[in-house]
């Protein structure tokens, strides 16, 4: 059990790619933090410098009280589970589980008992003798697990450890990985691209991007509260829909309106009255998203008109529980930076909306939908930071 | 001029006959029902190769077989006559176990000395230069290979030995052994003293076994190095992080990782071995208790005309071969079904 502490960590590789900037960190011990990005952010290089796989350029990296720079990995006392679970193959899962018991001489009884004790809790008591060639993804992403925590190590790294499964079992270990954690309390580092573990399984997320850190908090503080249009468009599934607008308040200054390219939507005096420094954009183009729950269709939701938009709807995916709405409407769409989402040209956004399944709209309609405007988020134009005050 | 030209015609009518008569038979196959029609086809394309190793390999080595029963002429059925001789004459019983000397510390030491050099080279800066040189002396046909050491281990009367010059500064050696005035290194002799053939195997066939490991060494390397390539990085590092030193790392992992491919070079090492005639031939003919059985076979058969004998070293060289091949078999099957392949 320790505190992992990062303290303006950079990695610069030989080439010159400087893939983390200043990355500060403070992990509490037994806490669970996922770090979250899309391709490329330098989430896997983090932790890799956590394990010691990976020099760090510079900064200090402390596990304890100890600094770790120049510890070896094998010195660390920590334990790793590989996106390809690295099982040795020549070795039975007994011996893949025990491989780091044998190497640290731990005597050969409690070396057995702690194997057994794990192959139990991870239900793999009857594939012990079995070499990882004969066992199954989910069984070997146990075995992988199961050589993580027979260590009782000070900390669990894993690198996207559930994306070789298929998506049932993947939703199925996720819920085991979060539980055995709190069980163990071993605090752990999480890696993954998928924002739907890092919501569910971390106490605390962690969005980066291009080796700099967006923002670190827990899942529903970066839902409610993104700092910036990336997180804000990052986290949540489908994403918020961002648009670029400018914002009028009216000349009593207690409401305003936002335009959407050729439409409007009128922002209440409550909206304006949380958010002071709204009052100093009046009459200036900045970024504003709405997440596709807070839109419904208009027919099943008493909005007054001037809070609702028009669009054609291109798309109707029903879900049983809810449909989502596609529609497009005639303003700039924003790129949030997302190296791996689509990217939208011209002068359409398509909008999403999370609508009610007793919601009548159909492909091709002109749908009303209304906006709840008091659920909007804003962000400057030029620094993309939200605005929140 | 003319016979070029005919020679050349009678190759492309042969070719072309075989193409048109494989031609043929494909043809003929198709029309068969259904149910033959898989099988058959497959003989069509194994027919050739099926007659040519039929004439080149099996016909050979059964009249071989026969000729190893019979006498030194030919002639009169003796049974196993030949192989008692080859194991009770102490000049053939001598050659038999410098061969398993050639297997056994040639195959372990291109086998340690590729291991090494593999790993150690991986990922140096000059790796790809180191491997390079010590690739180069398996590129130069075994014979050039005896004849260079020829004059590495060469003592008196030719005053050219490199192994001479370079010990010449060495204090404490004696001035000449084996001989001579001069330091023989191919002693004429075999070990401890005793004339060939009733003489030990000794430093001789060490000597020539040393040569091999030169000549083996660099395709071994070459090999072995691919094969640590090949071993994912992330087993390295779960292995690192488990707690493995560099060593633990090596032994416990990536050998046994690259296990068939190190069974494979030790099988071909381990045939070349038993083969071994060429650096023999080239640097002592069999000569000075250096015989192996390859050598011995030619000498018997070629040189002598001993049939009888001559053949009776050939299926040993065949029989010796056969237990290899099965280990191998076996081998691979293991590291086969351990990668789950």
Not at chain 1, 80 to 100: K, R, T
Not at chain 2, 26 to 42: D, I, M, Q, S
Request: aromatic share 8%; glycine share 10%; charged share 20%.
């Amino acid at each position: 059990m320790a505190t992992i502490t990062l303290e303006k960590i950079n990695k610069v590789y030989p080439n010159g790619f400087h893939a983390i900037h200043d990355l500060d960190l403070d992990i509490a011990d037994t806490e669970f933090l996922v770090l979250v990005g899309p391709s490329g952010c330098g989430k896997s290089t983090a932790l890799r410098m956590v394990a010691g796989l990976e020099e760090i350029t510079n900064g200090e990296m402390r596990i304890g009280d100890r600094i770790v720079n120049e510890v070896e990995p094998k010195d660390r006392d920590i334990a790793m589970v590989f996106q390809n679970y690295a099982l040795y193959p020549h070795m039975s899962v007994y011996d893949n589980i025990g491989f780091a018991l044998k190497l640290a001489k731990t005597p050969k009884d409690e070396t057995d008992r702690r194997i057994r004790e794990a192959a139990r809790i991870l239900e793999l008591d009857e594939q012990l003798d079995r070499k990882p060639a004969q066992l199954s993804g989910g069984q070997r992403q146990r075995v992988a697990m199961g050589r993580a925590i027979v260590r009782q190590p000070a900390a669990f790294l894993m690198d996207e450890p559930l994306s070789n499964l298929d998506a049932k079992l993947r939703v199925q270990m996720r819920a085991e990985i979060a539980s055995l954690q709190r069980e163990l309390g071993v605090t752990t580092v999480y890696v993954t691209h998928d924002q739907v573990e890092a919501m569910t399984m971390g106490d605390r997320v962690a969005v980066l991007k291009d080796g700099f850190l967006q923002q670190v908090d827990t899942p529903q503080n970066l839902y409610d509260r993104p700092q910036n249009v990336f997180v804000a468009a990052f986290i949540g599934s489908p994403s918020m829909n961002l648009f670029e607008g400018t914002l009028t308040l009216d000349s009593s200054g207690q409401g305003g309106s936002l335009t959407l390219g050729s439409q409007a939507i009128s922002i209440p005096s409550e909206v304006l009255a949380a958010r002071p420094a709204l009052a100093a954009y009046d009459g200036q183009p900045l970024i504003y998203g709405i997440r596709p729950e807070d839109m419904e269709d208009a027919s099943l939701d008493s909005r007054p008109d001037d809070q609702c938009i028009h669009g054609e709807v291109s798309l109707v995916e029903a879900l049983g529980a809810e449909i989502l709405v596609h529609f497009g409407v005639d303003a700039a769409p924003v790129d949030s930076g997302d190296p791996d989402a689509v990217v939208e040209l011209g002068d359409t956004a398509v909008v999403v909306g999370r609508f009610n399944p007793r919601s009548r709209i159909r492909l091709r309609d002109s749908a009303k939908v209304a906006v709840h405007a008091e659920r909007l988020s804003f962000f400057d134009s030029s620094t993309r930071l939200a605005i929140w005050d | 001029m003319g016979d070029i030209v005919s020679a050349l015609v009678i190759t492309v009518i042969a070719l072309a006959a075989l193409a048109a008569l494989l031609g043929a038979m494909y043809w003929v196959v198709g029309r068969l029902p259904k149910k033959w029609r898989e099988g058959a086809r497959a003989w069509v394309f194994l027919f050739p190769s099926a007659v040519a190793v039929t004439i080149g390999l099996l016909v050979p080595a059964i009249r071989t077989i026969y000729l190893s029963l019979l006498d030194d002429n030919g002639n009169k059925f003796v049974g196993f006559e030949n192989y008692v001789d080859v194991f009770t004459t102490t000049g053939t019983r001598l050659t038999v176990f410098n061969s398993l000397s050639w297997v056994l510390i040639g195959t372990i030491a291109t086998v340690a000395v590729g291991l090494a050099m593999a790993r150690f080279a991986d990922g140096m800066r000059i790796e790809s230069a180191a491997k390079s040189a010590i690739f180069l002396p398996g590129a130069i046909s075994l014979v050039g290979t005896g004849l260079i050491w020829g004059f590495v281990y060469a003592g008196p009367p030719f005053d050219v030995g490199l192994l001479n010059a370079v010990t010449e500064g060495i204090p404490g050696l004696p001035d000449s052994w084996g001989g001579g005035g001069d330091r023989l290194w191919l002693l004429e002799r075999g070990f401890g003293g005793v004339d060939p053939p009733d003489s030990a195997p000794g430093v001789n066939t060490f000597l020539l076994i040393v040569v091999f490991i030169w000549a083996q060494a660099g395709i071994s390397t070459v090999i072995f190095s691919a094969a640590i390539k090949g071993v994912p990085d992330s087993l390295i590092e779960a292995a690192k992080v488990d707690g493995a030193t560099d060593q633990q790392t090596f032994y416990r992992v990536t050998l046994p990782y690259i296990r068939s491919t190190i069974v494979t070079v030790a099988t071909l090492t381990t045939v070349a071995g038993l083969k071994a005639f060429d650096i023999v031939a080239a640097t002592t003919g069999g000569r000075f208790g250096t015989s192996t059985i390859a050598n011995e076979f030619y000498v018997t058969r070629f040189v002598q005309g001993r049939s009888g004998v001559g053949a009776t070293l050939a299926v040993l060289i065949f029989i010796l071969v056969i237990p290899v091949m099965i280990l191998n078999r076996r081998a691979q099957a293991r590291a086969e079904e351990m990668m789950g392949g």
